[in-house]
T-cell receptor, first 113, second 114 residues
Framework: DADVTQTPRNRITKTGKRIMLECSQT?????MYWYRQDPGLGLRLIYY???????NKGEISDGYSVSRQAQAKFSLSLESAIPNQTALYFC????????????FGEGSRLTVL | AQKITQTQPGMFVQEKEAVTLDCTYD???????LFWYKQPSSGEMIFLIY??????QNATEGRYSLNFQKARKSANLVISASQLGDSAMYFC???????????FGKGTLLTVNP
């Protein structure tokens, strides 16, 4: 089983719908992140959390919210999805005191019609 | 603020040849880290190599080496003896200081031709 698991892996939804992407990890890392990838734009940070009580906005947090339910779980929500939120979403973890290397989930491909 | 620039949207290389993927960065931090990740067409992100700003030697991992030129703020990835399986998107990323957020470049799509 993957160390960082994202569900769902693929989702098609309609404009205005609420969507939740879930991430769970078995690596025991404190730090968790949500990135989105768009063609030609690389990966951009949406939100990050350095422990259960710590939530921080990244560079593109508008239209998104997150919840850190436990050390191992970090969920990303789109309250009212819009087509330009169509993207590949990655959850990642890193270990406190490490080089900062990110360990990624397999990605969640979201399409908003 | 940190910035990563990858100026090559696409690169082509013949199998068994070496290829260099360019990455330049900008930061005001004295301590920082540089990373390269590979993303094959299947979509997963694979860590390749890391270089710390205080590391005096260039990092190497098998066929991958990082050509770190601190004064020029460049961290180019060199892949020796390219293989067909090296065809993928490659991302350069950096972490600034004690900030554990990685900033990514836009990526370079490498195609290895037989």
């Amino acid at each position: 089983d993957a160390d960082v698991t994202q569900t769902p892996r693929n989702r098609i939804t309609k404009t205005g719908k609420r969507i939740m992407l879930e991430c769970s990890q078995t690596k025991g890392h404190d730090r968790m992140y949500w990135y989105r990838q768009d063609p030609g734009l690389g990966l951009r940070l949406i939100y990050y959390s350095f422990d259960v009580k710590d939530i921080n906005k990244g560079e593109i947090s508008d239209g998104y919210s997150v919840s850190r339910q436990a050390q191992a779980k970090f969920s990303l929500s789109l309250e009212s999805a819009i087509p330009n939120q169509t993207a590949l979403y990655f959850c990642a973890t890193s270990e406190t005191g490490s080089t900062g290397e990110l360990f990624f989930g397999e990605g969640s491909r979201l399409t908003v019609l | 603020a940190q910035k990563i620039t990858q100026t090559q949207p696409g690169m082509f290389v013949q199998e068994k040849e070496a290829v260099t993927l360019d990455c330049t960065y900008d930061t005001s931090d004295q301590s920082y880290g540089l990373f390269w990740y590979k993303q094959p067409s299947s979509g997963e992100m694979i860590f390749l190599i890391y270089q710390g700003s205080y590391d005096e030697q260039n990092a190497t991992e098998g066929r991958y080496s990082l050509n770190f030129q601190k004064a020029r703020k460049s961290a180019n990835l060199v892949i020796s003896a390219s293989q067909l399986g090296d065809s993928a998107m490659y991302f350069c990323a950096m972490r600034g200081g004690s900030n554990y957020k990685l900033t990514f470049g836009k990526g370079t799509l490498l195609t290895v031709n037989p």
